[in-house]
């Protein structure tokens, strides 16, 4: 099983490539396009490998600024292009600022599954 992983005192993103599911975890709070590269070079990286499905867990993620936000809306927007993998987004009813902001991503690629529990 390989993981890749980018971490921080503060978060960890885990990409195991088995499942093609990206664990994302703690308080992601960077500064900016720059910052977040790395994370969204992990994720257009797996949709190079064009898997049938991709899966997002950020159940275990407290916060996302508004940078990491854009940066998730970003790489949704790119998925339009790439028709034949679907995206699974997980998310936690217990993070508040989950609900508003992941159903937000519906409106940009209305094939996305998102899993609120």
């Known amino acids: 099983m390989a993981i890749e992983e ?5 978060y960890a993103v885990q990409y ?6 990206v664990d994302f975890t703690g308080l ?3 500064g900016g396009p ?3 590269a790395p994370i969204a070079n992990l994720l257009n990286n797996i949709v190079t490998s064009e898997p049938n499905q ?4 950020l ?3 407290e916060f996302l ?3 990491g936000i854009s940066m998730l809306s970003k ?4 998925l339009r292009k790439k028709k034949g993998v679907k995206l699974v987004i997980l998310g936690s009813n217990e993070m508040p600022w989950q609900g508003k902001s992941l159903k937000n991503l519906q409106k940009f690629l209305p094939s996305l599954k998102l899993e609120i529990e």
Do not use: A, Q
């Not at 980018?6 to 503060?10: F, L, M, N």
């Not at 991709?54 to 867990?57: F, I």
């Open 59 to 61: 159940r275990k993620l």
């Open 16 to 21: 195991d490539s088995e499942s093609t599911k």
């Open 65 to 67: 600024n508004s940078s």
């Open 34 to 36: 720059k910052e977040y």
């Open 75 to 78: 790489f949704v927007l790119g």
């Open 54 to 57: 991709m899966t997002l867990d």
């Open 28 to 30: 992601l709070s960077l």
């Open 6 to 10: 980018i971490k921080d005192k503060d």
